[in-house]
């Protein structure tokens, strides 16, 4: 997989405002806040998307919603919070580098947009 944005932020050649990191993952805020709290949580293995995840990737995969739902809740957002996966860039993804938004503290749509 070719360097993505993301990885130099895991490797700290580009800077970012990290709130959690740990041997599997990294969070922190979106360059381009959509919602008062918008922060993206990322595996450290460089995944391009969910559909390039394969069985192996169970645990980490489940480590990042785990992860996301604590973050949340430690940014004061206990159960109103939206996670959000693109997938592909024809429905909006820009980064291959699979990551998860966490989304609140604003009232939000259905259907998404
Ligand atoms: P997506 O469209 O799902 O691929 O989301 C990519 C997200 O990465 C967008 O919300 C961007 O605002 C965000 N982003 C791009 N570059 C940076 C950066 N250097 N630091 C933080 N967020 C970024």
């Known amino acids: ?9 895991i490797n700290r050649e580009i800077p970012a405002d990290i709130v959690y990191e740990d041997e599997h993952c990294l969070a922190f805020h ?8 918008h922060i993206l949580v990322i595996p450290k293995k460089p995944i391009p998307k969910v559909a390039d995840a394969n069985s192996d990737d169970q645990a980490i995969l489940g480590h ?4 996301a739902r604590d973050i949340a809740r430690e940014q004061g957002y206990g159960d109103a919070f939206r996670l959000v996966i693109n997938n592909g860039e024809a429905v ?4 291959f580098h699979l990551h998860i938004h966490i ?3 604003r009232e939000f749509n259905w259907p998404p947009g």
């Open 1 to 9: 997989m070719s360097e993505t944005i993301f990885s130099k932020i």
């Open 30 to 37: 979106d360059i381009n806040a959509q919602a008062p709290i």
């Open 64 to 67: 990042l919603l785990l992860k």
């Open 92 to 95: 909006g993804q820009t980064v």
């Open 103 to 105: 989304l609140a503290g």
